[in-house]
C-alpha cells in the first residue's frame, strides 16, 4: 500500500507552518486519536520513551510563558492546544511491559549514558511522529525549540522525572501562510547513495 497524492499533500507537500491559529478547541478525543496513532510507530526495542503533556488551558499555556523565547510566545498562548514532548529517563522500567527479551532493562540500568541516548533518540523519533499523526487527523502544526529546557521540566514535569524536549504546537490554521515556504535542500545537497 501506498499513499495516494491526496495523503502526501496532507502530510508534506502542502503542509505548512502555521502563523496564527482560529479560535477553534482540539477536542480530547482528537489528542487520543493522535497519541494512539503515534504510540504505533517503530522504537528501538520498542522502547517508546516519548511522554507527552498536552496543555490545553490558557492558564497552562500561560505557564510557559516564561520559558519562551521571546519570538515564541504569541505563538504558543495563542495555539489551542501546545504538547511538552519529553522523554523518561528511566524508561526501561517499562520495557518488561514493552518488549519480552530478557535483561533489557539491566543492560540499560547500568548504563546511564546509553539509556539517556536511547531516550532522547527515539523520544524525538516519536516526537516526530505526534507532527505526522496530528497532520494526518486534520491539525496543523508548529515545532518549537526557543525555550528553557529545565524551566519548563521544573513547572510541569518534576513529578515525574521526564525531561523536555521540544514543543509542538496544534490546533487549526487561521488561513494561509502570507510568506511562501522555505527552501530545502535537495537530494544531491543532503544525501549519499553509496
Not at 12 to 19: L, V, W
Not at 67 to 91: E, Q, R, W, Y
Request: charged letters at 25%; glycine letters at 8%; one cysteine or more.
Amino acid at each position: 500500500m501506498v499513499l495516494d497524492e491526496s495523503g502526501l499533500d496532507l502530510l508534506f507537500r502542502s503542509a505548512r507552518t502555521p502563523e496564527r491559529w482560529r479560535d477553534e478547541p482540539v477536542s480530547d478525543e482528537t489528542l487520543r486519536s493522535v497519541y494512539d496513532l503515534v504510540r504505533l510507530g517503530p522504537t528501538s526495542g520498542n522502547c517508546s520513551p516519548a511522554r507527552f503533556v498536552f496543555l490545553r488551558t490558557p492558564d497552562n499555556r500561560e505557564r510557559l510563558r516564561s520559558a519562551l523565547s521571546a519570538g515564541n510566545v504569541d505563538k504558543v498562548l495563542s495555539a489551542p492546544v501546545t504538547v511538552i514532548v519529553a522523554h523518561d529517563p528511566l524508561f526501561f522500567d517499562r520495557l518488561a511491559y514493552l518488549n519480552p527479551e530478557p535483561g533489557l532493562r539491566a543492560w540499560f540500568a547500568a548504563d546511564v549514558g546509553l539509556a539517556e541516548e536511547t531516550a532522547f533518540r527515539n523520544g524525538t523519533l516519536q516526537g516526530g511522529y505526534l507532527i505526522l499523526a496530528a497532520r494526518a487527523l486534520g491539525l496543523d502544526v508548529l515545532p518549537i525549540s526557543g525555550f528553557d529546557a529545565y524551566a519548563i521540566e521544573d513547572a510541569f514535569l518534576a513529578g515525574q522525572g521526564w525531561r523536555a524536549n521540544f514543543l509542538v504546537c496544534l490546533g487549526y490554521a487561521d488561513g494561509e501562510p502570507e510568506r511562501p515556504r522555505a527552501p530545502r535542500l535537495a537530494f544531491d545537497d543532503a544525501c549519499l547513495m553509496l
